[in-house]
């Protein structure tokens, strides 16, 4: 069901972007690739390409990043006590993986929030 702008919640924008949704109607898909925001919802035409993230999401990630693996690695003994071939070894998939997991999650979030705050499609 699509919501009118008057009841947009900046909560409900945030979880239906997180998820993947269209934050219009929670429903339709907002990506149509990995990282592209789909043109329109297939679901309820909400013209979804509108939504500019720019570098946001990647800020974000790169935050979320640092704070769960680079910050807890500054107090764990492996760090100090394994090579440290190792431990890269173990580090970069670890970042790689959660940047990768996390990037389109977080651009979701981050259009659901536009759509609830107001960045409102422009008339042509
Ligand atoms: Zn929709």
């Given amino acids: 069901m699509s919501t009118p702008f008057q009841q947009r919640s900046i909560w409900s924008g945030f979880q ?4 993947g949704k269209c934050p219009h109607c929670g429903e339709g898909q907002l990506f149509s690739s990995y990282l592209k925001i789909a043109p329109r919802c297939a679901s309820c035409a909400h013209d979804t390409g509108v939504y500019r993230a720019d570098d946001g999401p990647a800020y974000f990630t790169i935050l979320i990043v640092g704070h769960i693996v680079i910050a807890p690695l500054l107090f764990l ?5 394994w ?3 190792w431990v890269l070894a173990v580090v ?7 940047t990768l997991t996390l990037l389109p999650r977080v ?7 536009q759509w609830a705050v107001g960045d409102r499609p422009r008339s042509s």
């Avoid at 003994?77 to 006590?81: K, N």
């Avoid at 970069?92 to 959660?98: F, G, K, M, R, S």
């Avoid at 651009?107 to 929030?113: E, I, L």
């Fill in 107 to 113: 651009k979701g979030a981050f259009v659901g929030v």
């Fill in 16 to 19: 239906r972007g997180l998820s």
């Fill in 83 to 85: 090579p440290v071939g």
């Fill in 77 to 81: 003994e492996f760090v100090r006590t």
């Fill in 92 to 98: 970069i998939p670890t970042i790689v993986a959660l």
